[in-house]
């Protein structure tokens, strides 16, 4: 398994080839959430309809993918959208 979040990089530099089906575990300390990917789309950096609060177990992922290095600024994000399925 390829990790999504690598240290030392600060970004998701793989969420790029995350597929709708596919499988995120995230830990929390020691405890482990395995989510199932729904839906992944590319938005403006001043979109945030992502932060709003959901009212289920909803993981919201998101990642600058076209990045003004220059600037230091965004110009796009991926936003991977995925649900929970089991928690440990």
Known sequence: MTPILT????????LENLESGDRVT??????AYSDSVLSKES????????????????????TCINRDAENRRCLERLVVVAKLVENG
Do not use: C, N, Q, W
Request: glycine share 8%; aromatic share 12%; net charge negative.
């Open 43 to 62: 938005v403006e950096p001043a979109d945030v309809y992502m932060a709003h609060p959901k009212s289920d177990a909803t993981l919201i992922l998101p």
């Open 7 to 14: 240290r030392g990089v600060g970004h998701f530099i793989y």
């Open 26 to 31: 995230v830990y929390a300390g020691e405890k």
